[in-house]
Every structure is written in C-alpha cells, then in structure tokens.
C-alpha cells in the first residue's frame, strides 16, 4: 500500500499595489491586507510563494 506525503500549506505572499487613478504614481502598498475599499482604488496584486521572492521583486521595481 502506498502511502501519500501530507503537503504543506503555502503561505502566499501578496503585495497589494495602489496607483492614483490614472495609474501614474504608486500611492501606497501593503503586504497581505488589501485596502478597505480596494475595489475602488486602481490596484495590481503581486503573489509569491516566499517572502524573499517579493522583496527582491519590490526591490527590482524600486519600491523596497
């Protein structure tokens, strides 16, 4: 009989990203808790699988 490996859980990262409303400028960021009302806030949602990842990624972008 074979027996299955239990998987971990994966703990996504997500960085929330909020712009003005024409997407100029980058008005505010939060990790793994959206805005309130992000649904009326222009918004780009990032997901990763390790903390490291998306702060190299924010990093990249300049926004560490």
Partial sequence: MKT???????NK???????DKYYKNIIYTSRNKPLKYEDQTPCIKLQ????????KILE???LN
């Fill in 4 to 10: 299955l490996k239990k998987e971990t859980p994966v």
């Fill in 13 to 19: 990262i997500t960085e929330y990203i909020y712009f």
């Fill in 48 to 55: 990763t699988e390790q903390e490291i990842d998306m702060d």
């Fill in 60 to 62: 990249l972008l300049n």
